[in-house]
C-alpha cells in the first residue's frame, strides 16, 4: 500500500518511479526524524474528536503549520463571491512577507499569497455538504475550488486534522483531483519513510518549485505516453486484424476485412475502457481480492509481460486468453456482487451487439501481443492510465476510424512523399535508394493498415490540448454566457425599477439601428409597466 492517496492531481508513474530519484526525496533523515516527533507530540486523536474547528485549529493545525515552515495568516481578507467568506489560513514562506503584505491594499493581498488553507472539524467529511449543519453547509472540496479561483492563488491544503489534500487551482475544478495523506494512518501505524510523503508536499519548502516540478513532470508523462500509445493502439490494431485471419477455426478471409476491422476496434476500446476503468478505481482492482489476482485486466497483464519477458512460446491455435478477456467481459456487463463490480451495461461489453466477437476468436500469440502493447512503454514499465484524460483515449480511437484494412499482394514499405508516409512496393524503395525500416515492412499476405488516401499515419486530430480547449471556451463561449448574465442581469433590474428606466433605455439604444423609430416607439409608452415591457422586449433583441 501506497503512503498516500493519489487523486489524479500527478502521476502515480511520477510518484513510484521517478520521485525517489529526485534530489528532493533526499530529506536528511534527522530532520524528518524532528518534524515526525514534534507533530506525533501533539496527536490525540481522543481530544481532536470532541473539538469543534476553531479549538482544533488552535490546539493543532495552527502549530502544525508552524512545524512545516510556514508564516500563517488566519481569516485573510474576505472575498467577493457567492456565499463565500474567507479561508482559514493563508500560508506566507517569511515573517517579512507576511508585513509586508499586510500594508498593502486588500485587493492585492492575495497575489502575496504562497498557498491557502482551509480547515474543517476534526474528521469531517471533505466531499459532502451537511444539510444539517447551517454554519458549515458547503462542500469542502468545492469550497477550496472557490477559494483558489476566486483569489487566484495555485496551491491549496484542506485538512480535517486527520487527512491532508493538496489541490491545484486548474483541475480543482472538478473537485475531485487531488493529493491525499492519511496523517493518523502515517502516525499511528507508519513508518518514518511514509511520513516523507507527508512532508515533502505539505512543508513550506515544497511551494512552488517541488510541487510545481511533480506537476509538470506528471503532466509531459502523460503526453508521452498518449505519444506513444497512439503509436501502439495502431499496432495493435493491425495485429488484432492478422490474428482474426490466422486463427485455424475462424474461415475468415479479404472478404470480411470490413467486419474485422470494425470488431477489432470494439474490442480494443473495450480493453482500453478496461485498463482506464482499473486504473482510476471505476473496477475494484486493489479493493476485491478475488478481482484483482483471478479477473482483472491487470493480472492477465503482468502474467503475459513475464511470459513475454520470459521468451516463453505462445501459440496462435489456442485462445486462453480470448476466453479469459470474454468472462472479464462479462463480468462488467452483468455486474458481480461477489466481485464488487456495477454493471457496465451501455452496449460496448453486451454480446448481443456484437455477435461477431461471439462467434470469432484470435489466437493467444496475437492477444498476448496487443495486451502488452497497449499495457506497457518501450521501456517495459507498465503505462499508468490515470495519468490520461478520457478524451484522449476517446480521440485516439476517433483517429483509428478513418484507417482501412488491406492485405499485401506483394511486400510493402512506408516511404515519406511531399510531407506523407505512403506505402510502396519493396523492390520499388530499394530502386530508389530509400533508407528502409525493416520494422515497418509488411510482408505479403499480412494485414496493414491505411487512410482512403493510402497514408499509413492518420491525418485527423487526436487529442485536442488543453489550451486550445480553454482558448476556444474562453473566446467563444465566455462571451455568449457573459451576455446572458448581463441579460439577466439587466431584466432583473427593469423588473424591480431600481434603475431609472430613461438610462436603461438610452444604453439599449446605442446599439440598435432604427433608433429614430425606437425613440418614437418610447415615447408613445406611458405607464411604468408599459416601459418596462417595451425595455424586455427590447432586452430580447440585445
Same mark, same amino acid.
Given at each position: 500500500?501506497?503512503?498516500?492517496?493519489?487523486?489524479?492531481?500527478?502521476?502515480?508513474? /511520477?510518484?513510484?518511479?521517478?520521485?525517489?530519484?529526485?534530489?528532493?526525496?533526499?530529506?536528511?533523515?534527522?530532520?524528518?526524524?524532528?518534524?515526525?516527533?514534534?507533530?506525533?507530540?501533539?496527536?490525540?486523536?481522543?481530544?481532536?474528536?470532541? #473539538?469543534?474547528?476553531?479549538?482544533?485549529?488552535?490546539?493543532?493545525?495552527?502549530?502544525?503549520?508552524?512545524?512545516?515552515?510556514?508564516?500563517?495568516? *488566519?481569516?485573510?481578507?474576505?472575498?467577493?463571491?457567492?456565499?463565500?467568506?474567507?479561508?482559514? &489560513?493563508?500560508?506566507?514562506?517569511?515573517?517579512?512577507?507576511?508585513?509586508?503584505?499586510?500594508?498593502?491594499?486588500?485587493?492585492? &493581498?492575495?497575489?502575496?499569497?504562497?498557498?491557502?488553507?482551509? !480547515?474543517? =472539524?476534526?474528521?469531517?467529511?471533505?466531499?459532502?455538504?451537511?444539510?444539517?449543519?447551517?454554519?458549515?453547509?458547503?462542500?469542502?472540496?468545492?469550497?477550496?475550488?472557490?477559494?483558489?479561483?476566486?483569489?487566484?492563488?495555485?496551491?491549496?491544503?484542506?485538512?480535517?486534522?486527520?487527512?491532508?489534500?493538496?489541490?491545484?487551482?486548474?483541475?480543482?475544478?472538478?473537485?475531485?483531483?487531488?493529493?491525499?495523506?492519511?496523517?493518523?494512518?502515517?502516525?499511528?501505524?507508519?513508518?518514518?519513510?511514509?511520513?516523507?510523503?507527508?512532508?515533502?508536499?505539505?512543508?513550506?519548502?515544497?511551494?512552488?518549485?517541488?510541487?510545481? @516540478?511533480?506537476?509538470?513532470?506528471?503532466?509531459?508523462?502523460?503526453?508521452?505516453?498518449?505519444?506513444?500509445?497512439?503509436?501502439?493502439? /495502431?499496432?495493435?490494431?493491425? #495485429?488484432?486484424?492478422?490474428?482474426?485471419?490466422?486463427?485455424?477455426?475462424?474461415?475468415?478471409?479479404?472478404?470480411?476485412?470490413?467486419?474485422?476491422?470494425?470488431?477489432?476496434?470494439?474490442?480494443?476500446?473495450?480493453?482500453?475502457?478496461?485498463?482506464?476503468?482499473?486504473?482510476?478505481?471505476?473496477?475494484?482492482?486493489?479493493?476485491?481480492?478475488? +478481482?484483482?489476482? +483471478? +479477473?482483472?485486466?491487470?493480472?492477465?497483464?503482468?502474467?503475459?509481460?513475464?511470459?513475454?519477458?520470459?521468451?516463453?512460446?505462445?501459440?496462435?491455435?489456442?485462445?486462453?486468453?480470448?476466453?479469459?478477456?470474454?468472462?472479464?467481459?462479462?463480468?462488467?456487463?452483468?455486474?458481480? @456482487?461477489?466481485?464488487?463490480?456495477?454493471?457496465?451495461?451501455?452496449?460496448?461489453?453486451?454480446?448481443?451487439?456484437?455477435?461477431? #466477437?461471439?462467434?470469432?476468436? *484470435?489466437?493467444?500469440?496475437?492477444?498476448?501481443? *496487443?495486451?502488452?502493447?497497449?499495457?506497457?512503454?518501450?521501456?517495459?514499465?507498465?503505462?499508468?492510465?490515470?495519468?490520461?484524460?478520457?478524451?484522449?483515449?476517446?480521440?485516439?480511437?476517433?483517429?483509428?476510424?478513418? &484507417?482501412?484494412?488491406?492485405?499485401?499482394?506483394?511486400?510493402?514499405?512506408?516511404?515519406?512523399?511531399?510531407?506523407?508516409?505512403?506505402?510502396?512496393?519493396?523492390?520499388?524503395? $530499394?530502386?530508389?535508394? $530509400?533508407?528502409?525500416?525493416?520494422?515497418?515492412?509488411?510482408?505479403?499476405?499480412? *494485414?496493414?493498415?491505411?487512410?482512403?488516401?493510402?497514408?499509413?499515419?492518420?491525418?485527423?486530430?487526436? /487529442?485536442?490540448?488543453? &489550451?486550445?480547449?480553454? +482558448?476556444?471556451?474562453?473566446?467563444?463561449?465566455?462571451?455568449?454566457?457573459?451576455?446572458?448574465?448581463?441579460? !439577466?442581469?439587466?431584466?432583473?433590474?427593469?423588473?424591480?425599477?431600481?434603475?431609472?428606466?430613461? =438610462?436603461?433605455?438610452?444604453? #439599449?439604444?446605442?446599439?440598435?439601428?432604427?433608433?429614430?423609430?425606437? @425613440?418614437?416607439?418610447?415615447?408613445?409608452?406611458?405607464?411604468?409597466?408599459?416601459?418596462?415591457?417595451?425595455?424586455?422586449?427590447?432586452?430580447?433583441?440585445?
Amino acid at each position: 500500500m501506497t503512503p498516500y492517496r493519489n487523486q489524479k492531481l500527478f502521476s502515480n508513474h /511520477y510518484l513510484e518511479r521517478l520521485l525517489p530519484e529526485e534530489k528532493e526525496f533526499e530529506i536528511n533523515e534527522a530532520e524528518l526524524k524532528e518534524v515526525y516527533q514534534k507533530i506525533r507530540a501533539l496527536w490525540d486523536k481522543n481530544r481532536f474528536s470532541s #473539538l469543534n474547528e476553531s479549538q482544533l485549529r488552535k490546539h493543532f493545525l495552527d502549530k502544525v503549520f508552524e512545524i512545516l515552515g510556514w508564516t500563517v495568516d *488566519v481569516e485573510p481578507p474576505t472575498l467577493i463571491g457567492d456565499g463565500i467568506k474567507h479561508p482559514d &489560513y493563508a500560508l506566507f514562506y517569511s515573517k517579512n512577507d507576511l508585513k509586508v503584505v499586510q500594508k498593502t491594499p486588500k485587493e492585492k &493581498y492575495f497575489k502575496h499569497v504562497a498557498c491557502l488553507a482551509e !480547515a474543517k =472539524r476534526w474528521e469531517r467529511n471533505l466531499d459532502k455538504k451537511i444539510k444539517s449543519d447551517p454554519e458549515d453547509i458547503q462542500n469542502p472540496s468545492l469550497q477550496m475550488s472557490h477559494y483558489l479561483w476566486l483569489t487566484e492563488v495555485k496551491w491549496g491544503i484542506l485538512t480535517n486534522g486527520r487527512y491532508w489534500r493538496l489541490y491545484e487551482r486548474e483541475t480543482s475544478k472538478k473537485i475531485d483531483i487531488f493529493y491525499e495523506i492519511d496523517l493518523e494512518s502515517l502516525l499511528e501505524n507508519g513508518k518514518l519513510e511514509d511520513f516523507r510523503y507527508f512532508y515533502l508536499f505539505f512543508r513550506k519548502d515544497a511551494f512552488p518549485a517541488f510541487v510545481e @516540478k511533480v506537476y509538470q513532470g506528471s503532466k509531459d508523462y502523460a503526453e508521452a505516453v498518449g505519444e506513444e500509445l497512439k503509436e501502439n493502439v /495502431y499496432e495493435s490494431l493491425r #495485429l488484432l486484424a492478422h490474428g482474426f485471419l490466422e486463427f485455424p477455426n475462424n474461415n475468415l478471409s479479404q472478404n470480411d476485412l470490413k467486419k474485422i476491422h470494425d470488431n477489432s476496434l470494439i474490442f480494443l476500446y473495450r480493453l482500453l475502457f478496461i485498463f482506464y476503468a482499473e486504473y482510476n478505481q471505476l473496477l475494484p482492482l486493489r479493493e476485491n481480492k478475488a +478481482y484483482t489476482d +483471478y +479477473y482483472s485486466l491487470d493480472a492477465i497483464k503482468k502474467e503475459i509481460a513475464d511470459k513475454i519477458d520470459k521468451r516463453k512460446h505462445l501459440p496462435i491455435s489456442t485462445h486462453t486468453y480470448w476466453d479469459r478477456l470474454k468472462e472479464l467481459f462479462e463480468i462488467i456487463n452483468n455486474g458481480n @456482487k461477489e466481485l464488487d463490480v456495477p454493471p457496465y451495461n451501455g452496449g460496448l461489453f453486451d454480446p448481443k451487439n456484437h455477435h461477431f #466477437l461471439e462467434d470469432y476468436k *484470435v489466437g493467444d500469440a496475437y492477444v498476448a501481443k *496487443v495486451i502488452d502493447l497497449l499495457s506497457r512503454s518501450k521501456e517495459k514499465a507498465f503505462i499508468d492510465y490515470s495519468s490520461l484524460d478520457i478524451r484522449h483515449l476517446g480521440s485516439i480511437y476517433e483517429g483509428l476510424l478513418e &484507417y482501412k484494412l488491406r492485405i499485401a499482394k506483394e511486400d510493402l514499405v512506408p516511404i515519406k512523399q511531399k510531407g506523407r508516409e505512403v506505402y510502396v512496393s519493396l523492390k520499388e524503395a $530499394k530502386k530508389q535508394g $530509400k533508407k528502409i525500416d525493416k520494422n515497418k515492412v509488411v510482408y505479403t499476405g499480412e *494485414v496493414y493498415l491505411v487512410t482512403d488516401k493510402g497514408e499509413r499515419k492518420a491525418t485527423g486530430s487526436y /487529442y485536442t490540448p488543453r &489550451y486550445i480547449v480553454k +482558448y476556444i471556451i474562453e473566446n467563444t463561449l465566455g462571451p455568449l454566457i457573459d451576455n446572458i448574465f448581463k441579460k !439577466a442581469k439587466l431584466a432583473k433590474t427593469i423588473k424591480e425599477g431600481t434603475k431609472p428606466l430613461e =438610462r436603461i433605455f438610452e444604453e #439599449l439604444l446605442k446599439d440598435k439601428e432604427e433608433k429614430q423609430n425606437l @425613440k418614437r416607439l418610447w415615447e408613445l409608452t406611458k405607464s411604468d409597466k408599459e416601459k418596462k415591457i417595451f425595455l424586455l422586449n427590447l432586452l430580447d433583441g440585445v
